[in-house]
């Protein structure tokens, strides 16, 4: 029987370099996308997946994700004093999030690179297992992501990695799993995790696309590399989550999910305006004003004067 996953980590300590000027003091983390900073559709997510402690792991200068959840009593009785309830009703619900996923703070000390976060709330949580999921990411599914991960995790009982199908062209902007077994409702059997690849030397036809499913075993991994980087005691190195995966399936169960629904990265400035607008289309008000606009737009980008 596995254990039932209630915690989660969402690492907030990247500098946003992609998205510069932008994240100059703005962390990533706070960038809107509709009515909403990305993290907050991330932690959406995982209160509506019945998670019930989140970790952020932050650094210098992310003081804005902390005062966003932050309960504003004040602010939302002065909206109401001037008969702005719906704003009132936000700013409280944004609160109740806070409370609902139980969110805490913790400082990443140690190497460069995603796996140290993951290392830093493991200390945390002893043995259990838990979700990772990255605060740049924005899905738009019937079903939560989070959900999908969790449901594959409790019919396996191992390592799950969130999967979508990619075009081989595309690659080398990814990890690429190297499929088993295809077990049906989406689930895979992995054997590694190949970052990056050529197209040519490819293994699948899936990206892994920020969604896990973390167990000790993968811990352990990542305990393992920050020991060798202490050992090497070379600076530039980093402790990569892929790579602790990889290692772990080498040897023993791992899977993918391959996620229902549609996936913005919203970490480097295209996919961030796909993101802005796939999100925009999809809201009552905005959506056809912005449709209207596409439409009154000839593809220089020059707005058309109406005839007559």
């Not at 983390?29 to 509506?48: N, S, Y």
Request: hydrophobic share 40%; with cysteine.
């Amino acid at each position: 029987m596995p254990k039932m996953i209630r915690r989660a980590v969402i690492p907030a300590a990247g500098i946003g370099s992609r998205l510069l000027p932008l994240t100059k003091a703005i962390p990533k983390e706070m960038l809107p996308i509709g009515e909403k900073p990305v993290i907050e559709h991330t932690v959406c997510e995982l209160v509506a997946s019945g998670i019930t402690d989140i970790t952020i792991v932050v650094s210098q200068g992310k003081g804005l994700i902390q005062d966003h959840f932050r309960p504003a009593p004040a602010l939302a009785e002065q909206l109401r004093a001037d008969g702005k309830t719906h704003f009132a009703d936000a700013v409280e619900e944004v609160a109740a999030l806070s409370r609902r996923g139980h969110i805490t703070y913790l400082d990443q000390h140690g190497p460069y690179g995603n796996g140290t976060p993951v290392l830093n709330a493991a200390h945390h949580y002893s043995d259990e297992p838990m979700l990772v999921l990255w605060p740049d990411d924005v899905f738009v599914s019937e079903v939560p992501r989070a959900q999908q991960l969790i449901r594959a995790y409790e019919a396996m009982n191992c390592p799950v990695l969130a999967l979508m199908p990619m075009d081989r062209a595309d690659s080398y902007r990814y990890g690429v799993p190297v499929v088993k077994e295809d077990m049906g409702e989406g689930t895979l059997r992995i054997t590694g995790l190949v970052e990056k690849p050529r197209p040519a030397d490819a293994p699948s036809e899936y990206a892994a696309i920020g969604g896990y499913v973390v167990t000790p075993g993968i811990i352990d991994e990542l305990r393992e590399q920050t020991r060798l980087w202490h050992a090497a005691g070379d600076p530039t190195t980093e402790v990569y989550l892929t790579d602790a995966i990889n290692a772990y399936a080498a040897t023993r169960a791992a899977y993918g999910q391959v996620i229902q629904g549609r996936w913005f990265d919203t970490g480097n400035p295209a996919a961030y305006l796909e993101a802005q607008f796939a999100t925009a289309l999809q809201h009552p008000e905005y959506g056809p004003r912005l449709r209207e606009l596409a439409r009154s737009l000839d593809p220089s980008g020059t707005a058309r004067t109406p005839a007559g």
